[in-house]
């Protein structure tokens, strides 16, 4: 088997070409280049007033690519030192198959992995000993439309854990809108009512999204990251878009592609459109 570092995602070869130091346009939900729509603004703000007000449920949806998984890492990030924080990225799990992973998260030692019982009385004495010492606990749980019922009431079950003052463990939903199908359920209608806080995630606004270019392309080095995409180039990844930051990422990064391929040092629109037409899902039919 190879090392990892043969699995490295290569640098597009257009970086010199418009004096970039690092792809502006990656798919890694990367926090350096996170830029504060007002969607994500709302979004930090809702899941803070959340968490400091000790509820135990939290739910973020939004559609595929309105950056989730990002906000994920931001919460995480901004979490950093001031909780315990566990994170499950792939949460189709039995429901003792989660245990252990919280319980790994938290990095608490285990006895008799196939026993659920068990499990969660360590669980318990593990997050009344990070009570005792004062330290909150989030659990954050990406793609979490996909999580089993029986583990979503698993969820239920653990967020009952508490002292006589306060929730033992916070739990944060991120998923797409399959996830409220999942919580319609009347089989775990108990879980649906603790959610007390919630957010929608939307995709970008048209007039942010020169803003969420310039930023990504000066984070990524460029100097004059403003006029890289002329205005119609913008106006034309909006369209194709739909201002859905996953797509506007694999447009623009096509875009730039194209633009270097003729020599060219701006992206403009005729860029974007043939991006748009190599790529599923991209808007294309508005224009031919």
């Known amino acids: ?49 959340a968490l400091n007000g000790g509820e135990g449920f939290v739910k ?42 919280l319980a790994e998260e938290f990095q608490l030692a285990l006895e008799g992995k196939d026993n659920a019982h068990l499990l969660t009385k360590q669980l318990n004495d593990g997050l009344l000993e990070f009570a005792r010492l004062g330290r909150g606990v989030v659990v954050c749980i990406d793609e979490a439309q996909a999580l089993p019922r029986e583990s979503l009431e698993t969820l239920r079950l653990l967020s009952n854990l508490e002292t006589e003052k306060r929730k033992l463990m916070q739990i944060v939903l991120f998923g797409q809108p399959e996830l ?20 929608r995630l939307d995709a970008l606004q048209p007039e942010e999204l020169p803003l969420y270019i310039a930023h990504r392309l000066q984070v990524a080095g460029a100097s004059t990251g403003g006029n890289l995409f002329c205005s119609r180039a913008v106006r ?4 194709a878009s739909g201002g859905t930051p996953r797509l506007v990422n694999i447009l623009a990064n096509k875009a ?6 003729e ?25 031919w």
């Open 236 to 239: 034309t990844l909006f369209k």
């Open 60 to 101: 973020i949806v939004g559609e595929v690519g309105t950056g989730k998984t990002l906000l994920c890492r931001r919460l995480l990030r901004a979490l950093h030192g001031r909780a315990v924080t566990a994170y499950v990225p792939n949460p189709r799990l039995s429901p003792t198959e989660l245990l252990v992973a």
């Open 263 to 287: 020599g060219q040092g701006q992206v403009k629109s005729r860029h974007v459109k043939a991006a748009a037409r190599d790529t599923e899902g991209a808007r294309s039919s508005f224009w």
């Open 1 to 49: 088997m190879g090392s990892s570092q043969n699995l490295a995602v290569p640098a597009p070869p257009y970086l010199a070409h418009f004096g970039l130091r690092e792809a502006p346009f990656s798919l890694t939900p990367d926090t350096q280049f996170a830029f504060g729509t007002r969607a994500h603004v709302e979004a930090v703000n809702t899941l803070l007033v």
């Open 256 to 261: 730039m592609m194209a633009a270097y391929g």
């Open 180 to 199: 409220d199908v999942h919580l319609d359920d009347p089989s775990i209608r108990q879980l649906k009512q603790r959610i007390t806080f919630h957010y």
